[in-house]
Structures are given as C-alpha cells and as structure tokens.
C-alpha cells in the first residue's frame, strides 16, 4: 500500500484537502462516507458578520460598487412591491373579505410589512452584504437553516418570476386591444395542456431583463427609477378616475341588501383580518431591498430610508386604491378578477380606462421583475461564496461590478420555464417560502440581540461558552411564542365561528403570547446593542413580526405546503449530497482576510 493510500485512510478529510471531495470518484466516495461527520460539524455552523464581509466577499473576486442611493432604494421597493397583483388582490380581498373595510386591511398589512422590514434594515445596517436573508440567517442560526430558506426563496423566485413574465404577454395586449394569448402564443401540438404554449413575449422580457442587470446595477436602478415613476403616475391616475366617478355611500350600502350585510365593516374584525392576510402578498418585494446593501453608498443612512420609506410610501398607495375601488362600486358588485377595469368598462364613455390599467399593469410586471431579477442574482451570488454552491456563481464582473454568473444563470433558467410553462398551480404571488423566510429574520434578530454574535469571545472558550448559556432561554423563548402564534392561527382557521369558545380560546392564546414576551423581556437580558440602527421596541416588534408570519402562513393554501415541502426536501437532498462537502472544502482551503473598503456609514 503506497503512502498516499496510508495518509487516505488516517485521515480522510485530509485526502479530501488535497484534491476536493469533488476530484474524483473515489475521492467524493470518501466525502460520503464522512457524512455525518461533516454535517455535525458544518450544518450550525455560523460564519461571524466581520467574516462574512471580509474573508467571504473576497470569493468574488471584484467588489459590487456602492452607488445606490436613498431614493434608489425606495424606488427599487416600489419597483418589487406595486406589481399588476394589486389590481386583483384588492378586488378579491374587498368582494370576499372586508368590503370597503379593506382600506383598513391594507393599512394593517403595511404595519405588518413595516414590522418585518425593520428586522431586515438591522441586519442590513449592521452586515451591509448582499446576501439578505440568507447572510443574516448564515451568520445567525448556521449554514443548514440559511441554506434551506435561501434554496426554497430562489426556487419561488424563479417559479414566481417566470409566470409573471407571462402575464406580462396578457396585460399588454390588453393595453393594445389584442386577445394576446391567443395571437402571441405559438400552441404546440403533441405536449400537455399547460406546457403547449411557446411564450417569446415572456422570453424576449427576462433576456432583455438580464442584460439590463448584468451591465450595470446604477443603470438598472435607473431605468426601475423611471418606469416606476410612470407606473405610479398609471395608479394615481386609476385612484383619480376611481374618486370623480365613484359614490361614497358605496362606502356603507351593499348592491343587494337583501342577501349580503351592509355597512364599512360588512363581515366585522373577523373579516378585515382576512382580508390584511390577503392583501398582504401586495407588499412581497421590500426584501430584495435587502439584498443591494452591498451596493448602497451609506448603508446606515439609506438602508433604514430605502426600505422603510418604500413600505409607508406603499400602503398609502394602496389604501388609496382600496378607498377609490370601493366607491366606485358596491363590495357585492365588484368583478373579483379585474375590479377597476370591470367596473369602467360598465360606464358609459369610460371603457378605455381598462386599456390604460392595462398599460399600467404591464409597467408594473416591468418593475417587479426587474427588482425580483436583482434580488435573486445576489442570493445566489452569495450562497456561491458561502461555498455551498459552485464558486463560479459567485463571481463578480471586475468592469460591471455585477454577480454576471448569478445573473445570468437565472435568467437563462427563468426564460427556459417562461417559454412553455404556464405555471398557474406553482404561482403564488405570497409564496409560503418567503413567509418562512420572514419568520425566521424575525426569530434571528431576536436570537442575535440576546444570544450574542458567534464571534463573542475567545474561539472556542469563554466567549462561545457563554453564548451557548445565553442561547437555550431565546430559542426556548422562541420556540415557545412560535407553538403560541400557531395555535392561534389553528383557533382561527378550524375552530367554528361566532362561538364563545372561539373567542376565549383566542383571547387566551393571544394573552399567553403578551405573556410571554413580557416574561422574557423582565428575565433575559440583552447581549449586544445594535451598532448603528436597531429594532425599536425589541422584543415585541420582532415577536409581533413572528406571530402575524405564522398566522399569514396559516392561510395560505395546501398546494403552498405541497410546493414548499417539496422544495425543502429537494434542498436537504442537494445540501447532504453536494453543499455539505463543497463547504467543507472552502473552509478547509481557507484564505486571508481582507477589509472591507468603500462603506461611509
């Protein structure tokens, strides 16, 4: 037996070193067969923020430049959150839920969207990285739960994305007066039924999409900047038309007394609230915000502004659509599909309103994308230099200062599905995964105020000693208050309504959960002190943001768990198989620190 066979078998993870667990056959053999091993040691695994912005950064060759600016943020916010959904998530939530009440529902969502977005902003002041939730939860809670929720946020986005291109084809033949689906989709003969529609509109928009995101962020913002500006001037022109036509005792008087309730709140508090949890997928699209932190100027300035600023300006839209929808018609009227051009096209004079909905709405899928498209690039972009996916994604263009490789690789995929695949069971604007995503930068937070950094201290003494202490009264704090916030959700979804029980067991649930965050707020002291913005009110924003995730989750329908478990499932196996011991392999290579340059505060 030769000497290297010798050194194989002492040491395994060192045979693995010196070529890869990837090198050959034998050699990935050996990487399996340390597994378990492996897992243990890289699954919680928490990178320290400084790495992250330093030693992990460097995998990408050139830096990301920092041009953005405040209103570069609010208008990629815009951009992401004001898609062509509104039109209809209004019109449903309205006819459904809330009746002219969902002004309110809208004003309920925006707070829970402001709470979740000023979780994102701390770690995005503090980690100005462009791994969004991915780097926060690395950094947080270890590389296997990052991994997991940045796998299935990629695959909804890629999902998301490819079907909204194709509803792009839609709203703009109806902007031109052309049954576009029909007239621009090429029918193939011979595949199933909802993958025979060859789609080059939809194709033809994320290429051109891609290009515009590879050549240059600044110019990607600007151009976002523009057609934003335009597609809000389309939606306070709908709101205008909405309050000179509409009826304000629409406001109070149903169509049809006789079979349906009257009044602001046709269905009570039990219906604005299902309607907030409806209307709530409007706000999808400040969290990519998160992801251009790298790109931002003065993080500590911009970021809180950019994201938070996109969120207020945001419900203040939409409350103001809501109010103009529902005087133009009776709640009991409105066409659940297409509420604001339904109801023109039933005025004399007024049907080519429809057409400019029509073309404001293509604006908006314009805009979302495009946000969404730079969103999901620096994901993945990220998760490459984390090492658990091929580093070639994460490299940035030293003369465009773009992830070009994350960009283009999703881009070319996102068209791939858009060209034949209709989408309609895998699209949910609100997609489970990134509600699951919002709940866990909520829990994170809290975990890294009163647990500490992974960093803190002396390596492996003290310092990490003592973090472990702080860490089991959070996390069973926050496993607690979740099993709290999911039995209220259980309660309000199953339980049967308008009874006494129904009421007491709600009321308890949600004193238990005002309970226990007074508790843990009075028992567990904070560890660290945000350095340059933080969550007000820690812990009850966070906790707030934790209970309205999971009650939003308990919404959602079952195709939602069926999509999500699958994903998960699909990310465990990718991450046992390959990103276990292509991480173990970048970390056992090592490589210097560098610091990080170019960030004012």
Not at 433 to 444: I, K, Q, R, W
Request: proline residues 5%; contains cysteine.
């Amino acid at each position: 037996m030769d000497k290297a066979a010798l050194v194989a078998e002492a040491d395994p993870d060192g045979a693995a070193r010196a070529g890869g667990s990837f090198a050959s056959l034998r050699a990935y053999g050996r990487a399996l067969a340390q597994t378990p091993r492996r897992l243990a040691r890289r699954a919680c695994a928490a990178t320290a923020p400084g790495e992250e912005m330093s030693r992990v950064r460097a995998r990408s060759g050139a830096r990301m430049a920092r041009a953005l600016r405040w209103w570069d943020l609010v208008g990629l916010g815009l951009g992401g959150m004001v898609g062509a959904g509104v039109f209809v998530t209004t019109g449903r939530a309205a006819r459904l839920y809330a009746g002219p009440g969902v002004v309110v529902s809208y004003a309920i969502a925006g707070l829970c969207a402001l709470l979740s977005a000023f979780c994102y902003t701390e770690f995005a002041v503090d980690m100005p990285v462009a791994g969004g939730a991915f780097s926060y939860l690395r950094v947080t809670f270890g590389e296997f739960a990052a991994f997991l929720t940045g796998a299935n946020l990629i695959m909804e986005y890629v999902f998301s994305n490819a079907a909204v291109a194709r509803s792009f084809t839609a709203y703009l033949g109806t902007a031109v007066g052309v049954d576009a689906p029909s007239k621009w989709r090429i029918p193939v003969p011979g595949l199933p039924e909802g993958f025979n529609q060859v789609d080059l509109v939809a194709v033809g928009v994320i290429l051109l999409i891609s290009v515009c995101i590879c050549y240059s962020t600044k110019e990607s913002s600007l151009v976002n900047l523009v057609l934003t500006v335009v597609h809000v001037a389309f939606i306070l022109f709908v709101i205008a038309m909405g309050f000179r036509h509409g009826d304000a005792r629409n406001l109070s008087r149903p169509a049809d007394p006789s079979r349906n309730p009257g009044g602001f709140f046709p269905h009570g508090a039990a219906g604005v609230f299902d309607g907030a949890a409806a209307v709530y997928l409007s706000y999808i699209g400040y969290d990519a915000v998160s992801t251009m932190a790298e790109e931002v100027e003065r993080p500590a300035r911009d970021i809180p502004a950019g994201v938070s600023g996109s969120v207020v300006v945001v419900t203040a839209l939409y409350c103001l659509m809501a109010a103009s929808m529902s005087m133009l018609l009776p709640y009991d009227a409105i066409d659940p599909e297409a509420p604001f051009s339904g109801a023109f096209k039933g005025k004399a004079g007024e049907a080519w309103v429809s057409n400019v909905i029509g073309a404001g709405a293509s604006l908006g899928i314009l805009t979302s994308l495009m946000v969404a498209m730079l969103g999901q690039a620096r994901y993945l972009c990220v998760i490459g230099r984390s090492g658990v996916m091929p580093a070639w994604l994460a490299r940035v263009h030293p003369r465009t200062a773009t992830p070009v490789n994350a960009s283009v690789f999703l881009g070319l995929f996102t068209a791939a599905l858009a060209l034949f695949t209709e989408l309609d069971v895998l699209l949910n604007l609100v997609s489970i995964g990134t509600l699951f995503v919002f709940y866990m930068v909520a829990n994170a937070v809290v975990y890294r105020r009163y647990a500490g950094d992974s960093d803190a201290g002396d390596g492996e003494g003290l310092g990490q000693q003592q973090q472990r202490r702080r860490a089991w009264p959070v996390l069973a704090f926050l496993g607690a208050f979740s099993l709290i916030a999911l039995s209220f959700t259980v309660v309000w979804q199953l339980a049967p309504a308008g009874g006494g029980a129904r009421a007491g067991l709600l009321a308890a649930c949600a004193a238990a959960a005002v309970g226990a965050v007074a508790a843990f707020q009075a028992l567990v002291p904070q560890a660290r002190a945000p350095g340059l913005w933080g969550v007000p009110g820690m812990p009850w924003v966070p906790a707030a943001s934790v209970f309205l995730n999971v009650f939003l989750m308990g919404s959602l329908d079952r195709p939602s768990y069926v999509r999500f478990g699958f994903f998960s499932a699909a990310a465990v196996l990718v991450y046992v198989l390959y990103s276990v011991h292509a991480s173990h392999d970048a970390e056992e290579s090592g490589g210097g620190k560098v610091q990080d340059e170019g960030c004012k505060v």
